[in-house]
T-cell receptor
Framework: DAKTTQPTSMDCAEGRAANLPCNHS???????VYWYRQIHSQGPQYIIH???NNETNEMASLIITEDRKSSTLILPHATLRDTAVYYC?????????????FGSGTQLTVLP | NAGVTQTPKFQVLKTGQSMTLQCAQD?????MSWYRQDPGMGLRLIHY???????DQGEVPNGYNVSRSTTEDFPLRLLSAAPSQTSVYFC????????????????FGPGTRLTVL
């Protein structure tokens, strides 16, 4: 799996958009970008994933640059419950090596 | 659906003891896996299974055994517990292993917090 680089921590004001960056400069053509988050002491939770187009769901938006070397997860209106560690993961679509490889992630703290 | 369930939630062992961490899912998922998470670190893959009767090693398999006799259950066995195995253990499952779909979301259980003295 391609290596990802994320900032260690970020703060965001409640109600504002949280923009979490991720660099994955060695991503290959068949690898997707996945985002998971882990609220304290809980199991990780899937947020969103994408290949090359921007994606949006009820939780977040994912913006992937045209060269696919970086991406940004956007939480449009952060709440206190969005405080968590956010993991950016790059993995192949199929094949045996499809398990998730977690890095250290970004600790997002939403401030009241 | 209950999703992914893990038991026990907490466990304390003495060095050298053995035990089994239970994991079950009721979503008919093919793929199941075990991770460990040490304080301040990301998750590391221990073992995984792509279907009943098939298992394989992940990044940190030493000291652990798994088996997959049914689709629903994927127990993790600690053969002889060591203090280095003190960690939080997460089980996860996902639907597809054959690449039929790109929406291969993994669902995680609530974790088992293990302390080895």
């Amino acid at each position: 799996d391609a290596k990802t680089t994320q900032p260690t921590s970020m703060d965001c004001a409640e109600g504002r958009a949280a923009n979490l960056p991720c660099n994955h400069s060695t991503i290959s053509g068949n690898e997707y970008v996945y985002w998971y988050r882990q609220i304290h002491s809980q199991g990780p939770q899937y947020i969103i994933h994408g290949l090359k187009n921007n994606e949006t769901n009820e939780m977040a938006s994912l913006i992937i640059t045209e060269d696919r070397k970086s991406s940004t997860l956007i939480l449009p209106h952060a709440t206190l419950r969005d405080t968590a560690v956010y993991y950016c993961i790059v993995r192949p679509r199929s094949g045996s090596a499809r398990q998730l490889t977690f890095g250290s992630g970004t600790q997002l703290t939403v401030l009241p | 659906n209950a999703g992914v369930t893990q038991t026990p939630k907490f466990q304390v062992l003495k060095t050298g003891q053995s035990m089994t961490l239970q994991c079950a899912q009721d979503m008919n998922h093919e793929y199941m896996s075990w991770y460990r998470q040490d304080p301040g670190m990301g998750l590391r893959l221990i073992h995984y299974s792509v279907g009943a009767g098939i298992t394989d090693q992940g990044e940190v398999p030493n000291g652990y055994n798994v088996s997959r006799s049914t689709t629903e259950d994927f127990p993790l066995r600690l053969l002889s517990a060591a203090p280095s195995q003190t960690s939080v253990y997460f089980c996860a499952s996902s639907y597809s292993t054959s690449g039929r779909t790109s929406t291969d979301t993994q669902y995680f259980g609530p974790g088992t917090r293990l302390t080895v003295l």
